[in-house]
């Protein structure tokens, strides 16, 4: 990660952020936690409308919250970060009183809050948003010109939050329901958002043009964008499992004919996709591909781009198998979230493995269905170079914070792994489609996940997955030969871990089930080799 560019695509490719150390403020607990002020009420509808000034780098506008009472309470938390500011709240035409603690925002309700019932209030703001500094992983706004000097512009705010470009309620564990996204730009100029375009309003007078997205499917904070050039657009039709999905692709001119040709992948991923994860989550909303001026985000059925039109990783194969090099990274890894984020979400920050080390993964099952399983297999074995085996993959809790980078490239490879402890494909592929259907549309914590895993797997998995999630040491498997007998056991390893592994001793393949303690195999000839299946995410030591 400090010296190697593929080591920090990790951070690069989805935005992670995550904090430098474990000094967590109140902040930190207001932003990642379920407060009082938050549990009390669940989303169901957002219309955020925002006017952008390119020239000024100025935004300004409301967002309708409209939400279920589930128990009473006076007081709401809405999250919106400096330097916008806040100007007024309303519910029923009333102004409300605004308690201002940093970030959170505490709203004191004069309407009495029945449980059952359906209210929303309106927050008005404006100002200068945070500018981003290296989006994705540093994100806000990005406030860039293209090639004829138009402006190009883009949000992006994974982990930072949303709040820092909007106002809501900015924790994972409540999706919105729905939302309408209406966005007014200089009318050279257009917005691309989430969902489907519903309507554009034209002022003459204001010279500016307003675009109305409507999002029908439930969808996670930070995956709401907006994108804003003067794009050209071009549309195709996917048949899949659901029907016909419409895609809808959005670039700048002068990449038109590049698009046309690099764009084609949307549709093979799809395919391998909906092959191994069942049909695409969000057919209502379309599926787009948007241009923009950082590297990309798996913005929901709004995928952003900017990889430059080139298969790997900026050109780059993160894997160094050569098969990096036979798809478009970004298209590939940021449309995968379209099932394993977007889809399936992290209730708490401290979760994102379920979206990154599944997504990684997919990488690996892009190559499995084009280019076959031992392609696929070359593939995760290659990025392991990349894992830093630095910290445990899961964060802390209730504070927004993400754990390892090695969610990405160690998490691939602990499923690899899952995958030959399973050793039957078809069930495994079953087992994937199934995590996208139970789940489907639903904020989730790791516990659903492992037990999902367990109990459609048939294995108990709690030490594996306290071994790989949990911690940072990676199991070594000793092996001891002596004659026609082979000693061996597992060091570095949690409680209980005995993890099934495949093993050739001359050449015969077979089980072993290791723990921590020395077992032995005898066999009728003289031990002369021994070699450990290195699809297993393990060292392995000859003493």
């Known amino acids: 990660m400090k010296n190697s560019i593929l080591l920090v695509v990790a951070f690069i490719c989805c935005g992670v952020w995550a904090q430098d150390n474990h000094n967590f403020t109140r902040q930190d607990t207001l932003r990642g936690s379920i407060t009082p002020e938050r549990e009390w009420w669940d989303l169901k509808f ?60 505490f709203v004191s309700l004069k309407k009495k809050q029945i449980p059952g019932a359906t209210n929303q209030i309106t927050v008005y703001y404006s100002g200068h948003p945070k500018e981003a500094v290296r989006a994705p992983w540093d994100g806000g706004f990005s406030w860039k010109k293209d090639e004829t000097g138009k402006h190009f512009i883009a949000t992006s705010c994974q982990g930072l939050g949303a ?27 257009m917005d691309v958002s989430n969902g489907q375009l519903i309507g554009v309003d034209h002022d003459k007078e204001s010279k500016t043009r307003t675009y109305h997205w409507a999002v029908q499917n439930p969808i996670n904070n930070y995956g709401v ?29 002068n990449n038109l004919e590049k698009a046309k040709e690099q764009f084609t992948q949307a549709e093979k ?12 989550p969000f057919y209502e909303d379309g599926y787009k591909l948007v241009e923009v001026p950082y590297l990309g985000m798996e913005h929901q059925s709004s995928v952003t781009y900017g990889n430059k039109y080139e298969n790997g990783y900026l050109g780059r194969d993160v894997s160094g198998s050569g098969w990096g090099l036979k798809f478009d990274f970004i298209i590939i890894h940021e449309s995968a979230h379209e099932w394993f984020a977007n889809n399936i979400t992290y209730k708490d920050m401290a979760d994102m493995w379920i979206h990154e080390s599944f997504t990684s993964y997919s990488e690996n099952l892009y190559v499995d269905y084009y280019f076959g399983k031992e392609a696929s297999a070359e593939y995760v074995l290659g990025i392991r170079k990349n894992i830093a085996n630095d910290g445990p993959i899961i964060g802390h809790y209730n504070v927004n914070d993400s754990g390892s980078a090695d969610m990405y490239y160690k998490g691939a490879n602990m499923l690899h792994t899952l995958r ?31 037990d999902y895993l367990s109990e459609h797997s048939g294995i108990d998995l709690s030490a594996f ?79």
Do not use: C
């Not at 470009?165 to 966005?183: A, C, G, L, R």
């Not at 940072?472 to 597992?490: D, E, M």
């Not at 093993?503 to 077979?510: F, H, Y």
């Open 465 to 543: 997955f306290n071994q790989y999630l949990r911690t940072a040491k990676i199991p070594k498997l000793q092996l001891k030969v002596s004659g026609k007998t082979l000693k061996y056991r597992y060091v570095d390893i949690v409680e209980d871990f005995d993890m099934p592994i495949r093993i050739s001793v001359n050449a015969e393949q077979q089980w072993i089930q290791p723990d921590g303690k020395w077992q032995k195999l005898k066999t009728s000839n003289t031990i002369k080799d021994v070699e450990v299946d290195e699809n297993f995410y393990i060292y392995n030591e000859r003493l």
């Open 420 to 450: 030959q402890l399973i050793d039957d494909d078809q069930k495994w592929r079953e087992i994937l489609r199934g995590l996208n259907k139970e789940f489907y549309h639903q904020t989730v914590t790791t516990k659903q996940i492992e």
């Open 46 to 105: 957002y219309h955020l409308n925002v006017a952008v000034e390119p020239d000024d780098k100025f935004i300004s506008g409301s967002n309708e919250i409209r939400y279920e009472v589930l128990q009473p309470y006076q007081v709401l938390q809405v999250d919106l970060q400096t330097p916008l500011t806040i100007e007024k709240v309303t519910q029923d035409g009333e102004v409300l009183d605004v308690k201002h603690e940093g970030n959170a925002h």
């Open 163 to 189: 709040s820092v470009w909007w106002p809501n309620k900015d924790h994972m564990y409540d999706e919105v329901d729905s939302m309408k996204i209406s966005v007014t730009v200089p009318e050279d100029l």
């Open 269 to 280: 991923m799809l395919e391998a996709f909906e092959y191994w994860f069942g049909p695409y």
């Open 225 to 253: 964008n907006l994108n804003i050039a003067d794009y050209v657009h071009f549309e195709d039709i996917y048949k899949g499992e659901k029907g016909e999905l419409q895609l809808d692709f959005y670039v700048l001119k």
